[in-house]
């Protein structure tokens, strides 16, 4: 059971690049989440799926998009990445939307 | 925008004593929050929730006070260990914002051998 996974764990970016934060659950859990994480500050949603097929956007929704693949996965897609979007990344899952959330390990992402 | 705030960013605490985390909210129609412990590098963990029809609740050498009157919560640590050290985030869950988690930005607990 490992929880919450993410890929990958570092990555750096040239401004304009895309890609795709991976996340997957094995808690058979409905809902997910994304969130950023920028110094001395608390984690800030991106985007949420309340449940496989759902996704809303959370509090910082703008140069991000997201697809819940299935029950499992969560992913985060950057389409053209900014200096603005360096950050660390966390994916979440809770078992409903009224439920403590479990976190990833995170990604770093640093955009040059 | 942020609807719960820590009242100091850092606190220094001597092992073996007990810490004191403070978490204020805005929001009286906040109805369920949570404590995380996120160590360096990795991931916020869960430590213990509380929902507000309670006013305390203890786990496994900590204790979450809810004060609704002032909307004002606190985690309590017993006998602080190394191992204690991290940053520690409260969190509130709003039914009237499709129960998304708000999060502050947290204290920074320093444990002093």
């Known amino acids: 059971n490992a929880g919450v996974t993410q890929t990958p764990k570092f990555q750096v970016l040239k401004t304009g690049q895309s890609m795709t934060l991976q996340c997957a659950q094995d808690m058979n859990h409905n809902s997910m989440y994304w969130y950023r994480q920028d110094p001395g500050m608390g984690l800030r949603l991106i985007y949420y799926s309340a449940s496989e097929g759902t996704t809303d956007k959370g509090e910082v929704p703008n140069g991000y998009n997201v697809s819940r693949l299935n029950k499992r ?31 990833g390990p995170g990604t770093r992402l640093t955009v040059l | ?13 001597q092992e073996g004593d007990n810490s004191i985390i403070n978490c204020a909210y805005s929001n009286s129609a906040s109805d369920y929050f949570i404590w995380y ?18 006013d305390k609740r203890q786990g496994q050498r900590v204790t979450v006070l809810l004060n609704k009157t002032v909307k004002h919560l606190s985690l309590q640590i017993a006998a602080t260990q190394p191992g204690d050290s991290a940053v520690y985030f409260c969190a509130e869950i709003l039914p009237s914002n499709d129960y998304k988690l708000s999060f502050g930005a947290g204290t920074t607990v320093t444990v002093r051998a």
């Open chain 2, 1 to 13: 925008g942020e609807s719960v705030g820590l009242h100091l960013p850092t606190l220094s605490v």
């Open chain 2, 37 to 54: 412990k996120q160590e360096s590098g990795k991931g916020p963990q869960f430590i213990i929730d509380i929902r507000s029809n309670m």
């Open chain 1, 73 to 103: 996965e969560f992913s985060l897609r950057l389409e053209s990445a900014a200096p603005s979007q360096t950050s660390v990344y966390f994916c979440a899952s809770s078992a409903r939307a009224y439920n403590e959330q479990f976190f």
